[in-house]
Nanobody, 125 residues
Framework: VQLVETGGGLVQAGGSLRVSCKTS????????MAWFRQAPGKDREGVAS???????SYTEAVKGRFTVSRDKRRNTLYLQMNALTPEDTAMYYC????????????????????WGQGTQVTVSS
């Protein structure tokens, strides 16, 4: 199983960015997929998840601004981020595992067994 994130970068506040997670070694649609982020000095937090049936879940801070999606044909997970603020600055990671729907929606980091290396997103004010 391999997860590789791309698409991070520097963007001004109010701007948009899309990060991608290319997967291999498993069937994308059979697993819960999620995006996490970790800012310096802070715990890793769940941002958005998408379950095997396509149900999505978002942390309150990004609702209405971020959208998680997947392309099964390309084995790729996406996170479209709009109206970015400096508080969104963090390393963004994708994660995957075959877990229950409740665990998928809850986005607890410790239940995910597969992780990418992360991509840095920096939002300037």
């Amino acid at each position: 199983v391999q997860l590789v994130e791309t698409g991070g970068g520097l963007v001004q506040a109010g701007g948009s960015l899309r990060v991608s997670c290319k997967t291999s070694g498993f069937v994308l649609g059979d697993h819960c997929m999620a995006w996490f982020r970790q800012a310096p000095g802070k715990d890793r937090e769940g941002v958005a998840s998408i379950d095997s049936d396509g149900t999505t879940s978002y942390t309150e801070a990004v609702k209405g601004r971020f959208t998680v999606s997947r392309d099964k044909r390309r084995n790729t997970l996406y996170l479209q981020m709009n109206a970015l603020t400096p508080e969104d600055t963090a390393m963004y990671y994708c994660a995957a595992d075959d877990i229950s729907s409740n665990d998928c929606y809850a986005m607890s980091p410790w239940v995910f067994g597969y992780w990418g290396q992360g991509t840095q997103v920096t939002v300037s004010s």
